[in-house]
């Protein structure tokens, strides 16, 4: 990451700084404001893996922020910038996230020290079996209690190895898959999980699209047809945001940001065609068909008007805050702005979507994806066939009408398959996901514009979840 010129609190700090910020507007009884701050736990496990003819040492974390609703639920990341504060942060984001979106879980995080493109599949096979092996044996895997999920780093493969470790040591427990979300659809897992961050962004630009008062609060009007769009980081959820909101919403995808460089093309960049370059050569040097810039942190300072952080935490601070031209912030990652660079963007006006929301769509379908586990049946399986035939009489009717009337109404075309084609297990996803979204939006929307002491949606984010789980402790007589 680039070099900054003024010091600033680490990821840890600058969270707590934001929920202070929020608690403070809060009628809150110290006691309980300290049992919600504070991170209930963090376990270091260091381990040995026999790799490449001797052993190597990893060290991991599992933090558990807080078990107000148990399980816990939290991705597991790896890469090497992996510390107890990071994970600390990402779990206490966790908390608060899952009670945006109203997903019955307390917060947790991990993580692994770890470089993957440093190792061949079989040895992070070997690495994450043997990382699963000590937090499932102190039940920090458990579908009942600590429910891991991808981030950075991971992916439905790792999660497909967690979830056959724990079967391996569990062998009796029905639940077993229900262990870890974001598992192949082949082991466990639900359609729309690898997709749902990124279409979650899509869904939360979607709604605040939709309330012109607050698109003209970040100085912009009209909808998402032909913004201009700058993503950093073109992973699992820069990858998908900027995917579909290029597709299906019109926007223009000007810049991408990547560990080796930017791209920028002001007539918008082929995504498709970017991130399979970057399969294929592991950055985005070389791309023939936009102007590269090697200093890739700098295009984040580059006129648009959505900026999608997708990559990792405190890439703005109180360094380039000031110069950030994009009025319209959503943060996809998890804590891309920091505590101090928050001021100064609040300051200039900018409007930022916060990671507690803006993010939350991975957890949401995880959610989904853990319900259907313990269920032990796809969504839409008993009713689809059901709705169906009962849209069949429906069209039947209108038919029978319309010829025995003598009008001669048609349907119009398409009509018929469309509606008659009941609902799978992909579409459930998305439409519960869309409900998700939309009515976190609305909740966080409301104290923004109605309470005066609230300026900015991540403060709005942090009352509606901190008192969640406010309510949740007192029920339980704390
Ligand atoms: P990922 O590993 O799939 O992708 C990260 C991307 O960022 C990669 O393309 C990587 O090359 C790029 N990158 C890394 N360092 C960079 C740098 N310094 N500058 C520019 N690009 C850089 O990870 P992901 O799962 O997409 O996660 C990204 C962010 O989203 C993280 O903050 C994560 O916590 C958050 N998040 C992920 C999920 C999820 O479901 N995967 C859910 C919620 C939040």
């Not at 404001?33 to 060290?59: A, D, H, M, P, W």
């Not at 950075?152 to 470790?165: K, L, N, P, V």
């Not at 962004?201 to 605040?208: D, G, K």
């Not at 699992?236 to 019109?250: I, Q, R």
Request: with cysteine; charged share 25%; hydrophobic share 40%.
């Amino acid at each position: 990451m680039e070099s900054r010129a003024v010091p600033e609190p680490g990821f840890r700090d600058s969270v707590n700084l934001m929920f202070n910020r929020a608690v403070a507007l809060m009628d809150l009884s110290p006691g309980l404001e300290e049992k919600i701050r504070v991170c209930n736990s963090t376990y270091t496990v260091r381990f040995g893996v026999r790799l490449r003819g001797q052993i190597q040492t990893f060290t991991g974390y599992r933090s558990v922020h807080s078990e107000h609703m148990e399980p816990v639920k939290g991705g597991i990341r790896y890469a090497l910038s992996v510390t107890q504060d990071e994970v600390e942060a990402l779990a206490a984001l966790m908390t608060f996230k899952c009670a945006l979106v109203e997903a019955p879980f307390g917060g947790s995080k991990g993580g692994l020290c770890i470089d993957p493109r440093q190792y061949e599949e079989h040895e992070l096979e070997q690495i994450t079996r043997r990382f699963a092996y000590e937090l499932i044996k102190r039940d920090m895997i458990n579908p009942a209690q600590n429910v891991p999920a991808p981030d950075m780093g991971t992916s439905e493969r790792e999660m497909a190895w967690i979830a056959d470790q724990f079967a391996r040591m569990n062998t009796t427990d029905i639940n077993a898959n229900a262990c870890v979300t974001g598992k192949p659809t082949h082991a466990g897992g639900i359609e729309g999980r690898t997709e749902a961050t990124g279409r979650g962004v899509q869904y939360a630009l979607r709604e605040f699209f939709r309330h012109p008062d607050d698109v003209a609060a970040a100085g912009l009007s009209g909808t998402l047809d032909g913004k201009r769009v700058i993503v950093q980081g073109l992973g699992n959820v820069g990858h998908h945001a900027a995917k579909f909101l290029s597709e299906e919403d019109g926007a223009r995808i000007v810049g991408i940001i990547e560990r080796d460089g930017a791209l920028l093309s002001p007539q918008g960049l082929d995504v498709a065609a970017v991130h399979a370059w970057i399969r294929g050569h592991g950055g985005v040097t070389g791309y023939a068909d936009a102007h590269y810039v090697e200093d890739g942190a700098s295009v984040l300072e580059a006129e648009c008007d959505i900026l999608i952080p997708a990559a990792l935490e405190g890439v703005i601070h109180l360094g380039n805050a000031a110069r950030i031209r994009a009025p319209l912030i959503i943060e996809a990652a998890n804590g891309p702005i920091t505590a101090g660079a928050d001021d100064v963007l609040r300051e200039k006006g900018t409007v930022v979507i916060p990671d507690l929301y803006a993010n939350a769509g991975g957890v949401t379908v995880s959610y989904f994806e853990w319900v259907k586990n313990l269920s032990h049946i796809r969504f839409g399986r008993m009713q689809r066939r059901q709705e169906e035939a009962r849209h069949q009489l429906v069209v039947d009717e209108l038919e029978r009408l319309s010829a025995d009337s003598g009008v001669g109404w048609t349907l119009s075309p398409g009509f018929k398959e469309r509606y008659l084609r009941g609902a799978d297990e992909l579409e459930l996803v998305r439409s519960g996901l869309d409900d998700t979204m939309r009515v976190a939006y609305q909740a966080m929307r409301e104290v923004w514009h109605d309470r005066e002491d609230v300026k900015d949606l991540r403060v709005a984010a942090y009352l509606v979840a901190i008192d969640r789980v406010a309510q949740s402790y007192r029920a339980k007589g704390l």
